[in-house]
């Protein structure tokens, strides 16, 4: 019995285990309202339903959440993903507004380096100021969240660009091998950073430097290097990102685009078990977190809410996954319900937390 | 760190400014040469009437930045400013349209704010949750409340709310309005309440090393909460001189406000890392906004959103500024 109670333990004790409860108490909750939730069917050999269009939607979300957890790991937080966002869909945009053809792929191609180019300067701005000039990293990053709305409303004249792309467009809403291609670039990206994360000592490094960037100086690696790194990693992710926004609409609003997403990434991070301390990071935790946040706003459209009601959901939500995941709480509330079973978890939960 | 203005009594030249005083003489500094190229540009900017509209169009920036202060001086953060403030506005508004007595739509008001503030400060404190985490569900939630409450903007129409916002203080031949008086009054009380009080002397102290503030036996976690419920506190008045302001509940008002404050409290001096800074400061950072914002209504030709451009970059001079200062301590 009590290798059942230990492993049972064990089950609800994994960092991932509260985060998919609330996944599927979503996903179940939307079955309920409506049981054709779950049904996916295959029309012209693309697949359609909701989980579909959950996955598609959740997309940017999950790149900029990528982006950012790297960040977060290297004990920073970048607050300007939205805004760079918006730049790149702008500049994007912009360029294949001016086309003559704007359906040639030559010209989105060439539209969407330029673009991603400008996300990478971008990115290395920030870096600079993180890592070179060692401003804190809201503040540093916050700069450019400001201004960066001003400068994507000054690509676009504060007008809103409509293009008429269709290579452009398959970013956001195009099919590839009966997925929507926006789905794909996740995955791959995803795939990538994975790999190179955790493949290979990169990972390591990352974390090393959040846990203690003036040690993994001293233990020979070299941690501004990193700091810049993940920098120019979350322009770029928040680029792709913009891509896909504006793609989906066919169309970039300097205001509208990518507004708060910088909000919803650092909550999927935290609701995925990536404290914003630094020093750890988990993908997988964000991914989940990522597909939390978008089940969310799809069922509170399914359901006919408002959308701005729906953010009292999203709060309560939150604080529900960080309550659960918070040390401090999980001893207090395990302390009163079980007397009597020894404290070796709690405590040693507390011990981690002391440093922060 | 808060030691130092002892430290500076030493003998030393008069014209050496004591260094964590250097970022607020700065904007002033910046404030002062704003002003002079409005005047030298613009025939009506010497109006005096000028300052006092940008001080009207500011009061509730003005209050919330304060409150803000407080939060950032202990080295937190608080995102739910902006929506507290259009929470309050709409919540006035709701009940002043079902004929509630004015003076208890006041008081219910003021006391939401601070609640929420409270409850927030008390999952910081307790649970150790990060304040940006928690603000940041504090902001969900109030926005929602504001949709809730309604999703269209509600006008009020009640005569207190409607003679406060009109009535004019005359100071010679300009005047001000209410929301002034009750900005810079706030203002006037903070400054006291940091600068003289043992709750002031706690906030720098935990900002300083929150470590050496609990090894001193100071109320780290009453501080804690009570910064966070002061900013709420605050943020209910400032939603009340908006509601002066535009007459009006609206779901979607002050989006972004956040940001705004954070940026105001910074270009005044404040040190985001807590420990360091003054109410005077976030009153010129404030001012500097409200200047930047008359300049590009003088001025005609330029657009609405190099007022952001011009604040994303002056924060990042002032950040550097303070860098440097900090070097040249070390």
Partial sequence: ???????????????????????????????????????????????????????????????????????????????????????????????????????????????????????????????????????????????????????????????????????????????????????????????????????????????????????????????????????????????????????????????????????????????????????????????????????????????????????????????????????AFRARFRRRQAPGVPPAAPVEKQKEQVPA | MTTTPLAARGPRAWWRVPQRQVPVLATLALLLVMYGIGVSQYRAFSNIQVVFNIFIDNGFLLVVAVGMTFVILTGGIDLSVGSVVAMTAMVSASLLGDGVHPALVLLIALLIGPTLGFAMGCVIHFFDIQPFIVTLAGMFFARGMCTWISSTSIPITDGFWTSAAQERIRIGENFVTVSVLVALAVVAVAAYTLAYTRLGRNVYAIGGNQQSALLMGLPVGRTKIAVYTISGLCSAIGGILLSFYTLSGAPLIAVGMELDTIAAVVIGGTLLTGGSGYVFGTLLGVLVLGVIQTLITFDGSLSSWWTKIVIGGLLFAFILLQRLVGIRKK
């Fill in chain 1, 1 to 327: 019995m009590s290798t059942a109670r230990t492993r049972l333990a064990g089950v609800t004790g994994h960092r991932l285990f509260w985060p998919l409860v609330v996944l599927v108490v979503l996903l179940a909750a939307n079955t309920v309202y409506r049981p054709s939730f779950l049904s996916v069917e295959l029309k012209n050999g693309h697949l359609y339903g909701s989980l579909i269009d959950i996955l598609r939607l959740s997309a940017p979300l999950i790149l900029v959440a990528l982006g950012m957890s790297l960040v977060i790991a290297t004990g920073g937080i970048d607050l300007s993903v939205g805004s760079v966002a918006a730049v790149c869909g702008a500049i994007a945009c912009l360029y294949i507004s001016e086309q003559p053809d704007q359906n040639s792929l030559g010209g989105v191609l060439t539209a969407v380096a330029i673009a991603f180019g400008i996300a990478l300067l971008l990115g290395a701005w920030n870096g600079i100021l993180v890592a070179g000039i060692g401003i804190q990293p809201i503040i540093a990053t916050l700069i450019l969240m400001v201004a960066g709305r001003g400068l994507a409303q000054l690509v676009t004249s504060g007008q809103i660009i409509t293009i008429n792309s269709e290579p452009y467009k398959t970013i956001g809403v195009g099919h590839l091998l009966t997925l929507p291609f926006a789905i794909i670039i996740a995955l791959a990206v995803t795939l990538v950073v994975a790999l190179l994360t955790r493949r290979t000592a990169l990972g390591m490094i990352i974390e090393a430097v959040g846990g203690n960037a003036e040690a993994s100086r001293l233990a020979g690696v070299r941690s501004r290097r990193i700091t810049f790194l993940v920098y120019v990693v979350s322009a770029a992710c928040a680029a792709v990102a913009g891509f896909m926004m504006t793609a989906n609409v066919s169309s970039a609003d300097g205001n509208a685009v990518g507004l708060w997403v910088e909000l919803d990434a650092i909550l999927a991070v935290v609701i995925g078990g990536t404290s914003l301390v630094g020093g750890r990071f988990y993908l997988s935790g964000t991914i989940v977190g990522a597909l939390i946040i978008q089940t969310l706003t799809t069922s509170v459209y399914a359901m006919n809410i408002d959308p701005q009601t729906a953010l009292l959901f999203k709060a309560v939500v939150v604080i529900a996954v960080c309550l659960i995941q918070a040390p």
